[in-house]
Antibody, heavy 121, light 108 residues
Framework: QVQLQESGPGLVKPSQTLPLTCTVS??????????WSWIRQPAGKGLEWIGR???????NYNPSLKSRVTISLDTSKNQFSLQLSSVTAADTAVYYC?????????????WGQGTLVTVSS | EIVLTQSPGTLSLSPGERATLSCRAS???????LAWYQQKPGQAPRLLMY???NRATGIPDRFSGSGSGTDFTLTISRLEPEDFAVYYC?????????FGQGTNLEIK
């Protein structure tokens, strides 16, 4: 069974870049047809889809974040990463990585446990 | 972008009762590409339903989903103590993917 685990700094200063990594175990990140996604959740609030990357490397981003987001694959480490630039306090949230699988449409079937990132000086 | 509105915001019921959760979309969700997730405090969301009415692997049959177009429903036929949680709907028919704001199912 596939497992995902987020990692990265718990505290980022305003205006800096937030870097997160998701390590995938239980299967190769390049085998099969999957999208690898990032979602975030501010404390006490709902879920926001950030973007995704396909096994080929093609990406889709939420237009609301597109100018600040980069998602990439590191196949040698079986990981994918999120970089969010020019962060503000509004980017404070729990960040989840997840897998999208296809069955008449692409939906999120496996999620990591999430990692809290706080933006503060 | 498609806006999903869930109702009610909070639902107070007792174990053994039936729960009906609603998710309404601002425009038609193509091919009923709608999923439901359950989230408990401090945990990641768990996939319950996809394609509006298909149960995910390991999900008990007391959970059922229905609907099409702009109106979708998640029904829990007989609530168990472990079912009390926050439930989110999500559409994946168009980009960006969007989530509803959640329904908090609490013990009465």
């Amino acid at each position: 069974q596939v497992q995902l685990q987020e990692s990265g700094p718990g505290l980022v200063k305003p205006s800096q870049t937030l870097p997160l990594t998701c390590t995938v175990s239980g299967g190769s990140i390049t085998s099969g047809s999957y999208y690898w996604s990032w979602i975030r959740q501010p404390a006490g609030k709902g879920l926001e889809w950030i973007g995704r990357i396909y096994t080929s490397g093609s990406t889709n981003y939420n237009p609301s974040l597109k100018s600040r987001v980069t998602i990439s694959l590191d196949t040698s480490k079986n990981q994918f990463s999120l970089q969010l630039s020019s962060v503000t306090a509004a980017d404070t949230a729990v960040y989840y990585c997840a897998r999208e699988t296809y069955s008449s449409g692409w939906f999120l079937d496996y999620w990591g446990q999430g990692t809290l990132v706080t933006v503060s000086s | 972008e498609i806006v999903l509105t869930q109702s009610p915001g909070t639902l107070s019921l007792s174990p053994g009762e039936r729960a009906t959760l609603s998710c309404r979309a601002s425009q038609s969700v193509s091919s009923s590409y709608l999923a439901w997730y359950q989230q408990k405090p401090g945990q990641a969301p768990r996939l319950l339903m996809y394609g509006a009415s298909n149960r995910a692997t390991g999900i008990p049959d007391r959970f059922s989903g229905s609907g099409s177009g702009t109106d979708f429903t998640l029904t829990i036929s007989r609530l168990e103590p472990e079912d009390f949680a926050v439930y989110y709907c999500q559409q994946y028919g168009s980009s960006p993917r969007t989530f509803g704001q959640g329904t908090n199912l609490e013990i009465k």
